[in-house]
């Protein structure tokens, strides 16, 4: 694992800097760019390198569909990035990355495909195809008949959190998530991990509507439901929570702490993503590990098969596991 002090190094900044911002410390005043730099760092620590067959003169465009400041707030979608990232780096393959905003500076002569990270409305997959037919979906799959998808099996990682803490004695269990919207649509996606927690919670005649909070995936808004949630629920608040992002789980695990309420002592917590930072909190955040280097870098061998010729498009999902560390009582 790689240490505060590695990190600092690689991303040319002291080791207070580096703890201060994986823990998300409100009250420190630096640059985005540092940020992007630690964050960087800290995932690009965490990778393995392989060896592989290499690609000569080609180039593949990364599509974001969050703008570069959002992607700060959520480093799900920077991670993954990374993985696409470092797997091109590995082959060969040039890249380029492009947010949503400006897909129009994207020359297709000079591309050979597109990996497409986030969620796009129809719209938008129109305008990405009509640049380049070769596109790979990295954690959506718009239409799985046509084009090639990367994603995760939220419906499986939900149900593991659930069932453990069942077997950890838990009966009271609350749920912060997040909403995330299509650009220029109003109605939020689906988001499965909330719906698998309800319908299962509802299976095992534990689900209460009372227990469940939902604003944006950020650290920020984690931190503004955690507040909402006990002072809304006092000593009713439940003895564990599933949160649906490790940074929303950052931003509870903040209001738990200002509240003096004990992890896991009175409040266990798990989050999901296993972000590089989780590691690094205090306590260190139980979590769903979304393997989002795995991610990417199949995101790159599915468009390089399709470039080799395959006809049949391709739908995979990533397995998860469940990473037990402080946030929970055992």
């Known amino acids: 694992m790689a240490t505060i002090k590695d990190i600092a190094e690689k991303a040319g900044v002291s080791s207070s800097t580096v703890s201060r911002v994986l823990n998300f410390d409100a009250s420190l005043s630096v640059a985005d760019e540092t940020k992007k730099r630690i964050f960087e760092a800290a995932e690009e620590l965490s990778y393995r390198k392989r060896s592989t067959k290499r690609y000569v003169n080609q180039k593949f465009a990364i599509v974001h569909w969050y703008t570069e400041k959002e992607e700060l707030n959520d480093l799900y979608y920077l991670s993954i990035r990374l993985g696409i990232e470092q797997r091109c780096k590995e082959i060969g393959i040039y890249t380029e990355v492009y947010f949503f905003d400006n897909i129009k500076a994207i020359i297709p002569a000079e591309i050979e495909g597109i990996i497409a990270v986030g969620k796009f409305s129809d719209q938008q997959v129109k305008e990405l195809t009509a640049i380049n037919p070769m596109v790979v979906f990295v954690d959506y799959s718009p239409n799985e008949e ?9 419906e499986k990682a939900t149900k593991k959190v659930i069932d453990f803490f069942i077997s950890t004695r838990h009966e009271k269990i609350g ?68 949160i649906s992002s490790d940074a929303i789980a950052i931003g509870c695990l903040r209001a738990l702490h200002e509240a003096a309420i004990l992890i896991p002592e009175r409040v266990s917590i ?7 930072v989780s590691k690094y ?36 999902f990533i397995s998860t596991k469940l990473i037990i560390r402080q946030s929970v009582r055992k």
């Open 146 to 154: 046509k084009y090639d998808a990367i994603v995760i099996d939220f």
């Open 175 to 242: 749920f912060i998530g997040g909403l995330e919207l299509l650009r220029g649509q109003k109605e939020p996606i689906e988001d499965l991990r909330e719906k698998t927690f309800q319908s299962y919670m509802k299976e095992k005649e534990l689900y209460e509507e009372q227990f469940v909070y939902r604003g944006s995936f950020s650290v920020d808004d984690g931190y503004r439901l955690m507040r909402q949630a006990i002072e809304d629920l006092g000593d009713d608040l439940p003895t564990a929570f599933f």
């Open 270 to 276: 798990i989050g999901i993503n296993d972000m590089s």
């Open 281 to 316: 909190m205090y306590p260190s955040l139980s979590t769903i590990k979304v393997y989002t280097e795995i991610m990417g870098a199949t995101a790159v061998d599915t468009l390089v098969e399709r470039l080799e010729g395959r006809k049949i498009t391709k739908k995979v």
